[in-house]
């Protein structure tokens, strides 16, 4: 599956975004979804996940609250919705999809080519 991320641009803290991930290829229901992050200097890490139907979701404790994340399985398309952003969110959002929702990188298959979110102060 080819997986898409777009949406990501400069905001001031307070702010909201929302990132799009668009996959094309298998079918996309086969698919749990996650997002992940990565700032400059640092590894790559857990944001948020759903499961193929989207009853089931997952947050890092960081973006609880402030981050939502969703899907549209007739749109191929996953969600996530960034609200209160803060200087801290800044980095490169990657979308991931693999068997099951998944707080680790490994537990993907496919990643998408990432998305820029800069949050100023």
């Known amino acids: 599956v080819q997986l898409q991320a777009s949406g990501g641009g400069l905001v001031q803290a307070g702010a909201s975004l929302r990132l799009s991930c668009a996959a094309s290829?298998?079918?996309?229901?086969?698919?749990?979804m996650g997002w992940f992050r990565q700032a400059p200097g640092k590894e790559r890490e857990f944001v948020a996940a759903?499961?193929?139907?989207?009853?089931?979701?997952y947050y890092a404790d960081s973006v609880l609250g402030r981050f939502t994340i969703s899907r549209d399985n007739a749109k191929n398309t996953v969600y996530l919705q960034m609200n209160s952003l803060k200087p801290e969110d800044t980095a490169v959002y990657y979308c991931?999809?693999?068997?099951?929702?998944?707080?680790?990188?490994?537990?993907?298959?496919?990643w998408g080519q990432g998305t820029q979110v800069t949050v100023s102060s």
């Open positions: 991931a999809a693999g068997p099951k929702p998944h707080v680790g990188v490994l537990g993907y298959d496919y």
């Open positions: 290829g298998r079918t996309f229901t086969s698919y749990a």
């Open positions: 759903i499961s193929w139907s989207g009853d089931k979701t």
